[in-house]
């Protein structure tokens, strides 16, 4: 599956943005979808996902600021992040696998298959 991460941008602490990844070629609904991130300097690291039944998983760091969903009738995925930080700061990337598995095994990068190009949040204090 094809995925284009888009809904990046430069915000103050505090505010909002919705990151989207839309998917081409497949129907993301069966997918497992995750998001990541990379800040300059650091790995890559888990934010959120969100399975093939709807369950979904948080960094710690981000619960109760960040909302994953998925809409199927429009092929996408959202990532919902309220009260941003200046430690958000970092490019966001999706990723899916198709699978039906449960469990901390989301929050692997070697988990899934298809990757987006990322988009950049910086959030400013």
């Known amino acids: 599956v094809q995925l284009q991460a888009s809904g990046g941008g430069l915000v103050q602490a505090g505010d909002s943005l919705r990151l989207s990844c839309a998917a081409s070629?497949?129907?993301?609904?069966?997918?497992?979808v995750g998001w990541f991130r990379q800040a300059p300097g650091k790995e890559r690291e888990f934010v959120a996902a969100?399975?093939?039944?709807?369950?979904?998983y948080y960094i710690d760091s981000v619960k109760g600021r960040f909302t994953i969903s998925r809409d199927n009738a429009k092929n996408t995925v959202y990532l919902q992040m309220n009260s941003l930080k200046p430690e958000d700061t970092a490019v966001y990337y999706c990723?899916?696998?198709?699978?039906?598995?449960?469990?901390?095994?989301?929050?692997?990068?070697?988990?899934?298959?298809?990757w987006g190009q990322g988009t950049l949040v910086t959030v400013s204090s």
């Open positions: 070629g497949r129907t993301l609904s069966r997918y497992a």
């Open positions: 990723a899916a696998k198709l699978a039906f598995v449960s469990g901390p095994i989301y929050s692997k990068v070697g988990f899934y298959d298809d």
């Open positions: 969100i399975n093939w039944s709807g369950t979904t």
